[in-house]
């Protein structure tokens, strides 16, 4: 269950962080920063990231039990 409580963590954080790194311009080297078509949007978006910050937060919800 705290993987799925997890998962909108992870894409809130990887939203923010990409959005303020990828708006400069840069890729983020290890994050791997790209922009992402969603129908007419684009996004931001790192799978690195994404997967780092779920798995912080799964861990810190963890941690909480």
Known sequence: MELVKAIPMGVILTWVVALVIGSTGSSGGQLAIHHMTM???????????????????????????
Do not use: C, K, N, Y
Not at 42 to 59: I, K, N, Q
């Open 39 to 65: 129908g007419e949007i684009d996004v931001l978006w790192s799978w690195p990231l994404f997967l780092g910050g779920t798995g912080l937060a799964w861990g810190l919800m963890l941690m909480q039990r």
